[in-house]
T-cell receptor
Framework: GQQLNQSPQSMFIQEGEDVSMNCTSSSIFNTWLWYKQEPGEGPVLLIALYKAGELTSNGRLTAQFGITRKDSFLNISASIPSDVGIYFCAGQLRHDMRFGAGTRLTVKP | EAGVTQFPSHSVIEKGQTVTLRCDPISGHDNLYWYRRVMGKEIKFLLHFVKESKQDESGMPNNRFLAERTGGTYSTLKVQPAELEDSGVYFC?????????????????FGPGTRLLVL
C-alpha cells in the first residue's frame, strides 16, 4: 500500500525559529492534510490542500501541495511554546487516508 | 457543533479479556473511520463505515476485531480476546462530503482517542 515518508522525526528548536517538515510518497494523492496532536488529544486539522501546486496559509503555518501530487511541506514561522506537539501529514485518495509517522516538535522558551 | 467523542479515554485490561470502544461521530456525518496508532508508529486505517454499512475493512488486523455502527449513528469496536500487540491509541474520525468551488472535499475530524493497554 501507499507509504508516506515524513521527516524529520523530531525537532528541538528555540522559540522564534522557523520550522519546516515534509512528506513524500511513491503514490499520488488528491488531498494533502496536516494535523497536529497534543498529549491526550486526537489529531486536529491544521491545513487541508486540495489542488496540486496549492500553497495555503493559516496564521503562522504555510503548507504546499506538491506539483507531482506526491509530496507536501509544512512551515511554521516564528515558533512559540504552544507549537509543541506531534505533526502528522496525511495523503488522501477518495476515502483512503494514509498518515506519516509524525514529526515531534519541541520548542524551548 | 459537538465534535467526535470517544469512550473510554483509557482502558487497561489483561490479555484474553474483551474491550469495547465507542465512538460518537459529528451529527450528520455519514462517514465514520477507525484508526489505530501503535507507540511511535504512524496512524493506521482500520475500517470505514458509510452510514451503517462497512465500506472498507481492509485495515482490520484479524477476526478478533469487530466493528459495528448501529443505525448509522455511533460505532463500537470490540476486541475479543485482547492480545498484547493490540495496545495503542484507537482513534475515530467522521466526515461528510461537500463541494466547495467545484472541488469535492471530505475532511476527517478526529476524536480524542482511546488509549488501550493490554497487560
Amino acid at each position: 500500500g501507499q507509504q508516506l515518508n515524513q521527516s524529520p522525526q523530531s525537532m528541538f528548536i528555540q522559540e522564534g525559529e522557523d520550522v519546516s517538515m515534509n512528506c513524500t510518497s511513491s503514490s499520488i494523492f488528491n488531498t494533502w492534510l496536516w494535523y497536529k496532536q497534543e498529549p491526550g488529544e486526537g489529531p486536529v486539522l491544521l491545513i487541508a490542500l486540495y489542488k496540486a501546486g496549492e500553497l495555503t496559509s493559516n496564521g503562522r503555518l504555510t503548507a504546499q501541495f506538491g506539483i507531482t501530487r506526491k509530496d507536501s511541506f509544512l512551515n511554521i514561522s516564528a515558533s512559540i511554546p504552544s507549537d509543541v506537539g506531534i505533526y502528522f501529514c496525511a495523503g488522501q485518495l477518495r476515502h483512503d487516508m494514509r498518515f506519516g509517522a509524525g514529526t515531534r516538535l519541541t520548542v524551548k522558551p | 457543533e459537538a465534535g467526535v467523542t470517544q469512550f473510554p479515554s483509557h482502558s487497561v485490561i489483561e490479555k484474553g479479556q474483551t474491550v469495547t470502544l465507542r465512538c460518537d461521530p459529528i451529527s450528520g456525518h455519514d462517514n465514520l473511520y477507525w484508526y489505530r496508532r501503535v507507540m511511535g508508529k504512524e496512524i493506521k486505517f482500520l475500517l470505514h463505515f458509510v452510514k451503517e454499512s462497512k465500506q472498507d475493512e481492509s485495515g482490520m488486523p484479524n477476526n478478533r476485531f469487530l466493528a459495528e455502527r448501529t443505525g448509522g449513528t455511533y460505532s463500537t469496536l470490540k476486541v475479543q480476546p485482547a492480545e498484547l500487540e493490540d495496545s495503542g491509541v484507537y482513534f475515530c474520525a467522521s466526515s461528510h462530503f461537500r463541494l466547495a468551488g467545484g472541488i469535492g472535499q471530505e475532511t476527517q475530524y478526529f476524536g480524542p482517542g482511546t488509549r488501550l493497554l493490554v497487560l
